[in-house]
């Protein structure tokens, strides 16, 4: 009986292949949708969870307060979010973590990370690695599978390394590294370590990412950090005793700061006007398994937990929206084979037997659905895998939530989009039947409400993604006070030696005579590769912080920086390299200098800086942060040159870059020529915005689809509705043009409605998202009123094509077959 089922499913399936293709795939589409959605937001809160110590894995954080009364925000979830009145850092000093395990029985293990670039060096491979360097206890501490070499000893020596088996293969083939040696490079010292053990990569999901492993004694200026418990330069994990309360240990570790951090308190309480009294120094705690999505703190590759809430809702809504669709379109299908009904009842067909065959039939497409959804996702999934910057796996037998969900949905859309014709038609009268005459009559009520649902959705993403597009066009096109454009940004790889300099110096004497680059410039730290801060004091006595770096005589002629008053740095003013520098315009201001040049700057202890240039404002942050103060020195002393900036002539691109390579391998042969372009790096800073912008922009690509089907429903019950009104008026001497009208005008009417109430809404939501930005498009006025027109057309255009094929198949109908029994 079942492959009687089928059969017949199969057939009907072919008699009506364009309601039964759209039926099918829309599901299908909603499902693929939802499943990728799924995967992304599992992955974002599955962050570090699989370490089998998570549950008692800490990451401490400084705390300071920024102004009185000033208190830490949660999201909806429970994780921190950025506030201004609190400034909180993943860095502390060095020798905290030894301390808080000698003062603290709770503590059962601390392990302190931080991170370098190195290069490593084996026979004629020279490569750079990201190196973490890390306590001995490690790999007890976290679970990274070791799969070579004692996790208890591999890291008990300054000179052992672990590697993974990707770089180890990269450096010694498919021999056995263990115990072999690898030259590694700090600076312009090269020192041998011996490869101990072998560790599993870490997944995507860890917060945690290396290449290779080794000793924090390797640390540059490791003895003399010991001793500085004013230097926060490495992070620090503990992993506490079971039954410890981290809110209890918190509390404890307030006496303890006090003690060791009274310098960095006073440093506090001079610079804001707080008091010992208002707590402006702490240290708390993030459990491991809540760092990605702890926005509170500055941390690569931070998850958004607003971000995921809306995904979710968006993503739950299409897939409601989508089973709807469904359900319409089979029940619009199934309203043409009344008579089939009548047919199967007079060749001896039961109640039971039509209303089994209804629902089989209903079961089986949306089997069908499902499987087509499930390839779909494994087609898309990487292309989204692209759009969203991560390395999502569907495996369904790891994955039984998965299974589960597709289960639930399967015999709920199959038992309603089969149960409600099926009660219908097992109880109509046979000769009823087979006059094409039932009490089965569409009601259109409920996927009105649903289409207007559908397209409010489908409005919203229009405008928002609109929005985020003119908003990312917006920074890209915004005139960020440098030429980004044709420019190298080089790596040295000489750490804190003065091996940079002379690195710069040898490449730009190297390039002189070359017509392809323009300029050679070196800088402690480029665009979005981090900075230095330092304090300095306005006339009226208060205290501000600027950010600071170390630049050369060439670095304004590089990126095209201009002077709004004063001079640059000049070889032929010695005493510029110790007393003068350049400072920008929000300095200026926030100073309230009326005269800046030759102005003193209160600088570091008993120390002022003369002023000799005023630059005009430049982004060297991301448009998403205010104009801030900066002030560019060439004191080797105070920084040294760990980037080395080229600029390209125009049109001589790929001519300039082999240029380039060639004196880079004579003036540094033993270096791997590493580099990025520096419109590139700026770009990086907007990652996560344009990763939003992506997945919101695939959103309404799905929502507008379904959306689509959801009208090319409606319009089907409509026009079956209406059959015997359309015949009456084509009889009485109506047009196509005014059938067409008559069904379009309601369509026409919720399309409207949709786009009235999704307009404010997205109007809201983007003026929130774009308060990210200190430097955004405007919405008030033409403009936001251009972006709203335009979806409004598009929504027309889209509702229009999709309901006007039902429309003009109707009208095009021969009115007898619809009045043939009147």
């Not at 103060?629 to 600029?647: A, M, Q, S, T, Y």
Request: net charge neutral; aromatic share 10%; hydrophobic share 45%.
């Amino acid at each position: 009986m079942l492959k009687n089922y089928i059969k017949i499913a199969m057939r009907n399936f072919m008699r009506h292949k364009l309601y039964s293709f759209i039926n099918v795939f829309g599901l299908a589409a909603g499902l693929a949708f939802i499943i990728l959605i799924y995967l992304f937001i599992r992955h974002e809160f599955s962050y570090d969870r699989f370490h089998e110590n998570a549950a008692n894995i800490y990451r401490l954080n400084e705390r300071e307060l920024r102004k009185a009364g000033g208190q830490e925000e949660k999201d909806l979830l429970g994780y921190y979010k950025t506030t201004g009145d609190v400034f909180k850092s993943a860095y502390l000093p060095l020798p905290l973590g030894p301390a808080l395990k000698e003062a603290f029985p709770e503590v059962q293990q601390y392990c302190r990370r931080d991170y370098s670039d190195l290069v490593f060096m084996q026979d004629n491979k020279v490569f750079k690695e990201k190196v973490m360097l890390t306590d001995a206890g490690f790999f007890q501490v976290f679970s990274f599978p070791v799969l070579d070499g004692d996790p208890e000893t591999v890291l008990n020596e300054k000179n052992k390394i672990v590697l993974t088996p990707e770089i180890a293969r990269k450096y010694f083939g498919r021999t056995n590294p263990i115990g072999k040696s690898l030259t590694v490079v700090f600076g312009n010292e090269e020192k041998l370590f011996t490869v101990s053990g072998i560790a599993a990569a870490p997944p995507s999901n860890s917060s945690l990412q290396f290449s290779a492993v080794m000793p924090i004694e390797n640390k540059t200026n490791y003895d003399q950090n010991m001793e500085r418990w004013g230097s926060f330069n490495t992070t620090l994990f503990l992993e506490l005793a079971d039954g410890t309360s981290p809110a209890a240990f918190e509390s404890k570790l307030k006496d303890f700061s006090r003690d060791r951090f009274q310098g960095t308190v006073d440093w506090i309480t001079s610079r804001t006007g707080l008091t010992a009294a208002d707590d402006p120094f702490s240290i708390t705690l993030t459990p491991l398994t809540g760092i990605h999505l702890d926005a509170s703190v500055d941390w690569p590759d931070t998850g958004n937990t607003r971000n995921i809430l809306i995904l979710s809702g968006i993503a739950l809504l299409i897939l409601v929206i989508a089973c709807l669709n469904y359900i319409a379109l089979a029940l619009t299908s199934a309203s043409g084979r009344v008579q089939e009904v009548g047919v199967r009842k007079v060749l001896g067909s039961s109640r039971t037997q039509v209303a089994r065959q209804f629902w089989a039939e209903a079961q089986f497409l949306v089997l069908v659905s499902i499987l087509i959804g499930i390839l779909l996702t494994r087609l898309f999934l990487p292309v989204f895998n692209g759009f969203v910057k991560r390395e999502l796996v569907l495996n369904l037998l790891q994955q039984p939530g998965i299974l589960i969900a597709l289960a639930v949905i399967a015999l709920l859309t199959g038992l309603v989009a089969g149960g409600y014709p099926a009660a219908v038609f097992s109880r109509s009268k046979p000769v009823t039947a087979l006059k094409g005459h039932s009490t089965w009559r569409l009601r259109p009520n409920f996927m009105r409400g649903t289409v207007l649902t559908q397209f409010t959705l489908s409005g919203f993403l229009i405008i928002s993604s609109l929005i985020m597009y003119r908003q990312m066009q917006f920074i890209n096109q915004q005139d960020l006070g440098y030429n980004k454009e044709q420019v190298l940004v080089l790596e040295t790889n000489t750490g804190w030696t003065d091996e940079g300099e002379r690195l710069k110096d040898q490449l730009r004497n190297e390039l002189a005579a070359n017509n392809e680059v323009l300029s050679v410039s070196g800088t402690t730290s480029s665009f979005n590769r981090g900075w230095d801060i330092n304090g300095y004091e306005t006339p009226d006595g208060e205290n501000k912080m600027t950010f600071v770096y170390r630049i050369d005589y060439d670095y304004l002629k590089t990126l095209g920086i201009e002077l709004a008053d004063g001079r640059n740095f000049s070889p032929d003013n010695p005493s510029d390299v110790t007393e003068g520098i350049l400072v920008n315009e929000a300095l200026v201001k926030d100073m309230n200098l009326e005269s800046p040049i030759g102005a003193k700057v209160p600088w570091r202890k008993d120390h002022n800086q003369t002023i000799i240039g005023v630059m005009k404002d430049y982004y060297f942050m991301s448009l998403d942060s205010k104009m801030m103060p900066v002030v560019l020195h060439i004191n080797p002393e105070e920084g040294k040159i760990v980037h080395i900036l080229v600029k390209l002539a125009p049109g001589q691109l790929p001519e300039g870059m082999q240029a380039v390579e060639k004196a880079w391998k004579k003036v540094a042969p033993e270096k791997p020529f590493e580099y990025t372009f520096l419109d590139e790096d700026v770009a990086g800073q907007y990652e996560s915005y344009t990763r939003w912008m992506n997945i919101v922009g695939i959103s309404t690509i799905f929502a507008i689809f379904i959306a689509c089907l959801g009208l090319f429903g409606l319009a089907g019950i409509m026009a079956v509705n209406k059959t015997k009104e359309i015949g009456i008026r084509k009889v009485l001497g109506a047009t196509v043009a005014n059938v067409v009208g008559l069904l379009s005008k309601e369509f026409v009417l919720i399309v409207s409605i949709a786009m009235v109430i999704a307009t404010p809404a997205a109007w809201y939501a983007m003026d929130k998202w774009l308060g990210n930005f200190a430097n955004h498009i405007d919405l008030g006025g033409w403009g936001f009123a251009r972006i709203a027109l335009t979806a409004v057309a598009a929504a027309a255009l889209i509702a229009g094509l999709t309901v006007g094929a039902q429309s003009v198949k109707a009208a095009l109908g021969n009115p007898v077959d619809s009045l043939r029994d009147e």
